[in-house]
């Protein structure tokens, strides 16, 4: 199993990502880097696809989409905190193309859903750049609203560590590797006080 992790956004400049409660682009990374390390450890094949700089937010995507089209990945999975213009809008969503329910994105949604956070689906993100241009199946994942007060204080109990774990739990099966790719067909749901557990 392969798989390519891009932390969202640049760190500074063109591409930099959201800025309410939470920092977009700092918690993208603390996510994305445990998440690899946990991907690593279970011996999955990881390829880092996070880009920091870039000059226009175009490069920026486009740089991201060719780091992950050098490699024969099982998933790309690029990292994002969401935010919207009332500062209301709150949950978790994940973006595939064409809207199509991997059992790996549904799980991601459940999973995200078992620690608190609104679970608002899987949706159609074919007019996404990372999700229309990578050669291999794609999904973005918004953990959270950065601008909800309480997604924020959620996601801050939780730690990026545990919304990594749930994350992780989604897309390996210790059982079945890999355990990519497959649309609905069953694959067990974590409670909260699992995904904890492992926290």
């Known amino acids: 199993m392969r798989i390519g992790v891009n932390c969202g956004h640049t760190v500074s400049g063109p591409g930099y990502g959201s800025v309410g409660i939470l920092t977009e682009s700092v918690e993208t990374r603390h996510i994305g880097s445990a998440l690899m390390n946990m991907l690593h450890n279970a011996g999955v094949e990881v390829v880092d696809c996070t880009i920091d700089k870039a000059n226009t937010q175009n490069e920026y995507l486009a740089a991201a989409v060719a780091l992950a089209n050098r490699q ?10 969401n935010a919207s213009g009332s500062h209301t809008g709150h949950g978790c969503e994940v973006y595939t193309y064409g809207g199509r329910q991997y059992q790996d994105a549904v799980d991601v949604c459940e999973n995200l859903a078992a620690l608190g956070f609104k679970n608002r ?15 291999a199946k794609s999904m973005l994942v918004e953990v959270c609203f950065c601008d909800n007060l309480d997604d924020a204080a959620l996601y801050r109990s939780l730690k990026a560590e545990g919304v990594a774990q749930a ?3 989604a897309l390996y099966d210790a059982g079945a590797v890999p355990a990519v790719g497959t649309l609905l067909t069953g694959k067990p749901k974590l409670t909260a006080a699992q995904i904890v557990n492992w926290m």
């Open 167 to 169: 994350i992780f739990e």
């Open 72 to 81: 024969d990945l099982d998933w790309f999975i690029s990292i994002h905190l």
């Open 121 to 135: 689906g899987v949706m159609d993100g074919s007019g996404l750049y990372v999700i229309r241009k990578t050669k």
